[in-house]
């Protein structure tokens, strides 16, 4: 070791500046040691306080982010428990659909009333779930909900609006889940 090294690691009596450490390795500063006014003393006491409250913040910061991740995770799992909750509902209807006999009129007429009533099902839990229906038939076409499927001239719709709505188009609340598929009038070419 350096000589100038040395003389900063022992102070005028040649005591160890350092800190006392028990046998489980944690730092004791000695009774004697807190209450003398050592400059280098004073210094290396409060970097210990400063080391200290470094490490406990970084505990808790972990423990924030491991809490958080858990919150996030129960949340998500809650929400996907929510809208399955919903669902069953839907799926028991169509399971006793099928159950139904079509090999005669009043099984048709049945299987048809449970199509309906099923599809109304449907409709109630997007609802609660706040997604909307996108349904923009002879609205204009906008790229933001609808996408074109094709092109027609017709004389009795102005271009650039929809003639036709091939697959309705869904929302959760202002994100778009489903753009409308739609059919849009185009300019009549003159013969």
Not at 15 to 42: K, M
Not at 48 to 63: F, G, P, S, T, Y
Not at 79 to 103: M, N, Y
Not at 134 to 162: A, L, R, T
């Amino acid at each position: 070791m350096n000589e100038e090294i040395k003389e900063e690691i022992f102070n005028k009596d040649d005591e160890l500046i350092d800190p006392i450490t028990d046998q489980n390795n944690e730092e004791i500063i000695d009774e004697s040691l807190e209450q003398t006014t050592d400059p280098l003393l004073l210094a290396q006491k409060e970097a210990k306080e400063n080391w200290d409250k470094v490490l406990r913040l970084q505990a808790e910061i972990e423990n924030l982010r491991k809490r958080t991740f858990k919150d996030i995770e129960n949340a998500s799992r809650g929400s996907i428990e929510r809208v399955i909750q919903e669902i069953l509902p839907v799926l028991d209807s169509f399971e006793l659909g099928v159950k139904v006999d079509t090999s005669t009129k009043e099984g048709v007429e049945t299987f048809i009333e449970g199509q309906t009533s099923t599809f109304k099902l449907l409709k109630s839990v997007l609802e609660k779930l706040s997604i909307e229906t996108i349904d923009p038939k002879d609205m204009q076409y906008d790229p933001s909900f609808h996408e074109v499927i094709m092109m027609v001239e017709d004389k009795n719709v102005k271009p650039g609006y929809i003639t036709e709505v091939i697959q309705k188009g869904y929302r959760l609340q202002q994100r778009l889940l489903r753009p409308a598929r739609v059919i849009v009038s185009s300019d009549v070419k003159k013969k």
